[in-house]
Structures are given as C-alpha cells and as structure tokens.
C-alpha cells in the first residue's frame, strides 16, 4: 500500500480522505473541539495522548479528533462515577494489575 491513509471504503466515486463527520450538534462539537485545543497543551493525559500520536505520524487533526473522543470518555467517566478527575489514575491501574 502506497498510502500512509487506507480508507475502508469501495466503488470507484469515493476519492480523497474521509473527514470529520458533521453529524450531531454542531455546537458541541465545536466546544469540545476547542477544549481539546487547550487540553493538548496543558491537560497531562491528553497532552501525553495527543503527542505519542503525533509522533506515530498522525495528521494533526486526526490525533485532535482522537484527543476529543478521548477528553469525552474521560469527562463522561467522571460524571458517571461521581469523582475528581485524577490525572495519575490509568498508572495506577498499571502499578496494580
């Protein structure tokens, strides 16, 4: 394969890259969009996240997107569970497990 980007689609009228999709609430995704802009500079889970993908040689705004999906689990995971975020909390798990 010649190309660093393989898309899973068929028929010959799907040319060029896919793209973020558009669907859902423009204005959410917006937001959380640009808190990943910040996050990816100060936030030390994302930042770390957005950096290792960045040096796997991912587009700039594939690892941003990456980076909102994973600002998202994290947000909804302590909404759910009721407690502070704790950036220490996935190497913990390692240390344990």
């Not at 190309?3 to 995704?29: F, M, P």
């Not at 996050?39 to 980076?67: E, H, S, T, W």
């Not at 998202?72 to 569970?81: E, R, T």
């Not at 704790?86 to 497990?97: C, H, I, N, S």
């Amino acid at each position: 394969m010649a190309s660093s980007q393989v898309d899973n689609t068929s028929g010959t009228s799907v040319h060029g890259r896919t793209s973020i999709g558009h669907t859902g609430n423009a204005a959410l995704r917006t937001a959380v969009y640009l808190a990943t802009l910040s996050a990816a500079q100060y936030n030390p889970v994302i930042k770390a996240f957005y950096d290792r993908l960045r040096a796997a040689g991912k587009p700039m705004k594939v690892a941003r997107c990456a980076a909102a999906r994973k600002l998202l689990h994290i947000a909804f995971a302590v909404v759910k569970n009721e407690a502070d975020f704790d950036p220490l909390y996935a190497a913990r798990a390692q240390k344990t497990a």
